[in-house]
């Protein structure tokens, strides 16, 4: 699962260079989605929650006694992107319009620094 949290933080990082804005977004969310439950599967060895709230995900792994105070910010900032980079009622707007490169480009650093930091627990 790891290794499709990498793939999905390589694909934001592509449609950030071309403008695709909206769907760094999202899929900035979804790598860290993805390397969350990793970690879940990997050092508390159970199936990770259905959700994809990243703040479930977090506070599962705080309840399994990880401290995630070093990405929390992050997870907050990227938690809304799976709603509001693809869904007009949730965006006040068409998602490709309303979104900057300015806060594409914040999505796509914090999802970079939460996967370093999963990487470095999933080897330790």
């Avoid at 979804?30 to 959700?51: F, G, S, Y």
């Avoid at 506070?59 to 007009?88: F, S, T």
């Amino acid at each position: 699962m790891f290794k499709e949290a990498i793939k999905e933080l390589e694909l934001a990082r592509h449609l950030l260079e071309i403008g695709y804005l909206n769907y760094a977004a999202f899929h900035s969310h979804q790598a860290v989605e993805k390397a969350l439950r990793a970690l879940v599967i990997a050092r508390l060895r159970m199936l990770p929650p259905k959700t994809h709230n990243l703040l479930e995900l977090a506070e599962k792994l705080r309840n399994g006694g990880i401290a995630i105070n070093d990405v929390l910010d992050d997870l907050r900032d990227l938690n809304p992107h799976y709603l509001v980079a693809r869904y007009p009622d949730a965006a006040n707007g068409v998602p490709s319009e309303v979104y900057s490169r300015r806060e594409a480009e914040h999505c796509v650093e914090s999802a970079s620094r939460v996967i370093e930091w999963v990487r470095r627990l999933l080897m330790s």
